[in-house]
């Protein structure tokens, strides 16, 4: 089984930056993709960044050049650098981890629990 664990969340100010990480544990053998993923309430979870194991990115259109994800499989790591947070990117985030236990077996997502972003001032 492989378990995720976020961290990095918290209260900011309008303006300010965080940084989330997600760190995967327990039988890793091949890492196909990481996403982060967020949950404002009331609101449907959305997908807002993916990175491939070959470093391709991409981004929700809300967070396209505020937002940056960057992995190291080494470390079974994901992070997601947050600039420029605003009120409407309170929510909680989520990473997800597309995993292989073998080369024969198919790719599963597991999650991680989630971290609470409060943008407020």
């Known amino acids: 089984q492989v378990q995720l664990v976020e961290s990095g969340g918290g209260l900011v100010q309008p303006g300010g930056s965080l940084r989330l990480t997600c760190v995967a544990s327990?039988?890793?053998?091949?890492?196909?993709?990481w996403s982060w993923y967020r949950q404002a309430p009331g609101k449907q979870r959305e997908m807002i960044a993916g990175?491939?194991?070959?470093?391709?990115?991409n981004y929700a259109g809300s967070v396209q050049g505020r937002f940056s994800i960057s992995s190291d499989n080494s470390k079974a790591t994901v992070y997601l650098q947050m600039d420029s947070l605003q009120p409407e990117d309170t929510a909680i985030y989520y990473c997800?981890?597309?995993?292989?236990?073998?080369?024969?077996?198919?790719?599963?997502?597991?999650w991680g629990q989630g971290t609470q972003v409060t943008v407020s001032s």
């Open positions: 327990g039988s890793i053998f091949s890492i196909s993709t």
């Open positions: 997800k981890l597309g995993h292989r236990s073998s080369w024969t077996d198919p790719t599963l997502d597991y």
């Open positions: 990175i491939t194991r070959l470093g391709k990115t």
